[in-house]
């Protein structure tokens, strides 16, 4: 028999959360902390080629790998989207302000803009920290989507 590491509570063996608390029992972190050294490098990877764990089928054998395998393939999708619609946004300035400098107000919304594709750089960069940490964190906005089953 086990025990809660945080409230003390006896927890069976392979339960992944304290019944009680709520905490990851201890023999969860282990298992998690030798997943993710174990499969480190493929969970950076799915934040640069998101489709790279979903080809090898890594994300299958490994819940490190899945779980940052989906944080990637959210990211890209996200930024992709976010593409597409500043791409309508800044036809539809351009239509109606565009005044053959780069300094109108066209100008200032297309800066704007591309000061925001920062978001997703850093998400990604986030992202590829916690994997090289080992950690199995969430990324701001994006993380709470699974669409990795
Ligand atoms: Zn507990």
Redesign the pocket.
């Known amino acids: 028999m086990a025990f ?6 006896q ?1 069976q063996e392979g339960v992944k ?7 990851q ?1 201890e023999e969860a972190q282990q298992t998690q902390a030798a997943d993710a050294q174990a499969n480190k490098t493929m969970a950076i990877l799915a934040y640069i080629l998101f489709f790279i764990p979903l080809i090898t089928g890594d994300h299958k054998k490994s819940p490190f790998v899945k779980f940052h395998t989906n944080q990637g393939t959210v990211l890209f999708i996200a930024a992709v989207a976010w593409g597409i619609a500043e791409n309508i946004v800044l036809a539809i300035l351009r239509a109606i302000f565009w005044n053959g400098y780069t300094w109108g107000v066209y100008g200032l919304f297309s800066t704007i803009l591309n000061i925001l594709w920062l978001a997703p750089t850093v998400l990604c960069v986030l992202g590829i920290i916690n994997a090289v940490n080992g950690r199995q964190k969430e990324l701001p906005v994006i993380g709470k989507f699974k669409i990795i089953k």
Request: glycine share 20%; proline share 7%.
């Open positions: 809660c590491g945080k409230c003390g509570t927890v959360f304290c019944p009680s608390c709520g905490a029992t």
